[in-house]
């Protein structure tokens, strides 16, 4: 692919999509800001559109929508490439957003902790149905107990083919490889 | 209402006054195709007429030069939803226009994810 010689001030030119998921305080934040500008982005979802009538306003607003605050960064390659990465919520009753950030997406980060590996279970279930190509990045924090990779795998009884790394969220270096190997790992199991 | 009790209601903490969707005038569906996160949105150049909400205004210069509608979002300080309604009736106006065709359906080719992976690599 050749591209001509790009000019920030033209806006991205492609902008690609990867999901960083994993449970409440597992560093989805850390790592999203450490590799790239981070910035808020609000979500309102709309749960439901059915019953909503005149008459039983009263009370049900806060049923019908929910806010989902999404860590949202952005990197922005000198050829004019955009990669965004989503920081979403990892309970099963986000799901609803992420059909819509897979879409057309590189693929997933699953962020784990070891001291709650089962966190990330729902997480790994929904991109495997979905075959996002996903890796799983265990975010090593102080004080975590380290165990070996193989018990972290058997565990997490991933497919042998899903890449399960090591990682410290707060270093770019780190993120940054992590980033690396889901791309690899896209293009190994990606159309051709 | 004396001062200080209108004070109380203009406070942050108390949430929008203006529940998010009253922008949209209550559609929580944009019109036509669901524009992506990551769709890229350019003003077509085509005047406006005088009916646009003060959002849209915002939408359109923000647009001049090309954004995703996850940045314009966040720039914003909107929620996604209603910024995807807002573009919606833009787009559907001929105001904006997608700037790239969109992704294909699945997933990247492995050409770009090719020129990504060098592109991570040299950052």
Not at chain 1, 164 to 184: G, M, T, W
Request: with cysteine.
């Amino acid at each position: 692919m050749t591209y001509a010689p790009y000019d920030p001030a033209d806006g991205p030119r492609v902008a690609l999509k990867i999901l960083i998921a994993g449970g409440f305080g597992v560093g989805k934040t850390t790592m999203v800001g450490s590799v790239s500008e981070i910035r808020p982005l609000r979500t309102e979802e709309v749960l439901t559109d059915a019953g909503i009538g005149v008459d039983d306003i009263n009370g049900v607003e806060a049923k019908n929508t929910t806010t989902v605050a999404m860590d949202f960064g952005r990197i922005t390659f000198p050829d004019g490439i955009a990669l965004y990465l989503f920081g979403t919520p990892g309970q099963q009753r986000f799901w609803f957003m992420w059909d819509e950030l897979c879409y057309g997406a590189i693929g997933a980060v699953v962020l784990a902790d070891t001291r709650r590996l089962t966190a990330s279970f729902a997480a790994i279930d929904y991109f495997e149905r979905r075959k996002t190509p996903f890796v799983v990045a265990v975010n090593c924090f102080d004080g975590g107990r380290r165990y070996g990779m193989d018990d972290i795998r058997s565990a997490l009884d991933v497919d042998p083919d899903v890449p399960v790394i090591l990682c410290d969220a707060r270093q770019r270096e780190s993120a940054k490889r992590v980033l690396i190997s889901l791309v690899e790992h896209a293009i190994k199991v990606g159309r051709p | 209402m004396n001062d200080s009790r209108r004070e109380q209601w203009l406070d942050e903490a108390a949430g929008p006054i203006v529940r998010p969707y009253a922008v949209t005038r209550g559609r929580t569906r944009p019109r036509g195709e669901k524009l992506d996160l990551v769709t890229i949105l350019v003003t077509t150049g085509r005047s406006a007429s005088d009916r646009l909400a003060p959002e849209q205004r915002r939408l359109l210069t923000l647009c001049r030069r090309p954004r995703t509608l996850a940045d314009l979002a966040s720039e914003l300080d909107l929620p996604l939803g209603v910024v995807q309604v807002l573009l919606g009736d833009l787009h559907h106006n001929g105001l904006v226009e997608v700037r790239v065709p969109d992704l294909p359906a699945e997933q990247p080719d492995r050409r770009l994810l090719m020129r990504v992976l060098n592109d991570l690599r040299a950052l």
